[in-house]
């Protein structure tokens, strides 16, 4: 019987492994066509992208403090702070023994860093050049990382906590999420190392790797017997996650 079940328990596992497998793909699949278009379209696209950086910068050059105030913020939500935190997120979901939402969480960081990586090389734009630039970045533009991981970090761990927060917890969650990844996207824009194009990218991406991953998992839960549930509203796991709090 013990071996019964854990054969059924890996089984599930797998299966669960195969279709976040599957869903990262398919959100790979979804920036193709929108990098396609910021190629096809690239005149057009850097008519908006200079005008914004050229008046961004301006106001960059005369307001220091406020400059010095956007290079602190944009590096306190920058890429690996939210690295540490979703791993930090996943490794006490080990601990209170949820591990299919730990690989969850983990998955779609990865894959929504590897895809922004390959995408950075395979559209290759290069970041604003800008007379007495107030902040340099290394490597290509598109899409900003600091963007794409503000909005896999702020939405992992969001979808992660909505099962034990209130309706108006949600709310103010999901507030303070748009808000990170719009002040986020906009320090990156105003510091002249991307392109509104490079930030709106990385929503883009971002927003889509999560949709992928969270509706495989819920299309995993239904298979394994458990109710339906909605994502945007009671989390990846709802069952999971209520039964660790509840443990507290």
Same mark, same amino acid.
């Given at each position: 019987m013990r071996r019964q079940w854990l054969r059924a328990r890996v089984d599930r596992d797998r299966s669960l492994g195969l279709r976040l497998t599957i869903a990262s793909f398919a959100a790979a699949l979804v920036m193709i066509p929108f990098s396609l278009l910021l190629v096809v379209a690239k005149m057009p696209v850097n008519g908006l992208d200079a005008q914004v950086a050229r008046e961004l910068h301006a106001y960059a050059l005369a307001h220091p403090d406020v400059t010095r105030l956007l290079i602190v913020w944009s590096e306190l939500f920058g890429p690996w702070p939210w690295r540490v935190a979703v791993i930090a997120y996943a490794a006490w979901l080990l601990y209170r023994g949820a591990p299919r939402l730990a690989i969850w969480a983990v998955t779609t960081m990865v894959v929504g860093g590897l895809i922004g990586l390959a995408l950075k090389i395979v559209v290759a734009r290069a970041r604003p050049h800008l007379p007495d630039p107030v902040a340099l970045a290394p490597g290509d533009s598109f899409p900003s990382g600091h963007t794409v991981h503000v909005t896999l970090g702020a939405g992992v761990i969001v979808?992660?906590?909505l099962p034990v927060l209130s309706r108006a917890g949600?709310?103010? &969650?999901w507030a303070v999420a748009g808000f990170l990844v719009l002040s986020?996207?906009?320090t990156r824009i105003a510091l002249g190392v991307h392109w509104v194009s490079d930030v709106a990218g990385g929503i883009v991406l971002g927003?889509?790797?999560? &949709?992928?991953?969270a509706a495989a998992f819920e299309t995993w839960r239904r298979e394994q017997g458990r109710r339906p549930a909605s994502p945007l509203a009671e989390g990846v796991e709802p069952e999971s996650v209520k039964v660790m709090h509840d443990q507290n």
């Open positions: 979808l992660l906590l949600r709310i103010v &969650a986020v996207g906009y927003a889509a790797v999560i &949709a992928a991953t």
